[in-house]
T-cell receptor
Framework: GIQVEQSPPDLILQEGANSTLRCNFS?????LQWFHQNPWGQLINLFY???GTKQNGRLSATTVATERYSLLYISSSQTTDSGVYFC???????????FGTGTRLKVLA | NAGVTQTPKFQVLKTGQSMTLQCAQD?????MSWYRQDPGMGLRLIHY???????DQGEVPNGYNVSRSTTEDFPLRLLSAAPSQTSVYFC??????????????FGPGTRLTVL
């Protein structure tokens, strides 16, 4: 089955810094989402982005489907950005979401 | 519009007990799914449903049953709880099984401990 790897596994930033999180996948995908799991465990949708680029405030994401990766950019980070960031994918012909292992982000005040 | 709701929020079971985790959505979504999240790990798919009366297995289905008699509800049954099933369980839904602009929405989770 498809493998989904995220890097880095852990990231510590000072408030105001920028960061890039990466999601690599081993096969073609027809669906890719980025989620933020906050410190209380809630999963929050960030982007639905099987291809192309999207922006939402300080966050933006780019998926290059032909090269099998997606990037999540966080600019001017805030302490509320802390938590774990997951990407999840599905492949053509299946309805099964496969999650990556996540990037744990801590933003220090 | 309550979105995806899950009950209970917390549950403690003894080994061998059975129970049902409830999941409901009021968005008329065709697709619903159950995941488990173990400490420090990502989510793994247990079972999913592409519509009322249709269910299928995910990555880790053993020890769990599901049914989908209505569009709104997708309960997860633990037949005989084991300590290995201690985890946080998330239910999710989306409009259709596939298609564009079709993001998945998650419930708040149920934290289950099996002693």
């Amino acid at each position: 089955g498809i493998q989904v790897e995220q890097s880095p596994p852990d990231l510590i930033l000072q408030e105001g810094a920028n960061s890039t999180l990466r999601c690599n996948f081993s096969d073609s995908v027809n669906n890719l989402q980025w989620f933020h799991q906050n410190p209380w465990g809630q999963l929050i949708n960030l982007f639905y982005i099987p291809s192309g680029t999207k922006q939402n405030g300080r966050l933006s994401a780019t998926t290059v489907a032909t090269e099998r990766y997606s990037l999540l950019y966080i600019s001017s980070s805030q302490t509320t950005d802390s938590g774990v960031y997951f990407c999840a994918v599905t492949t053509s012909g299946t309805y099964k979401y496969i999650f990556g292992t996540g990037t744990r982000l801590k933003v220090l005040a | 519009n309550a979105g995806v709701t899950q009950t209970p929020k917390f549950q403690v079971l003894k080994t061998g007990q059975s129970m049902t985790l409830q999941c409901a959505q009021d968005m008329n979504h065709e697709y619903m799914s159950w995941y488990r999240q173990d400490p420090g790990m990502g989510l793994r798919l247990i079972h999913y449903s592409v519509g009322a009366g249709i269910t299928d297995q995910g990555e880790v289905p053993n020890g769990y049953n599901v049914s989908r008699s209505t569009t709104e509800d997708f309960p997860l049954r633990l037949l005989s709880a084991a300590p290995s099933q201690t985890s946080v369980y998330f239910c999710a839904s989306k409009v259709t099984p596939s298609g564009a602009y079709n993001e998945q929405f998650f419930g708040p989770g149920t934290r289950l401990t099996v002693l």
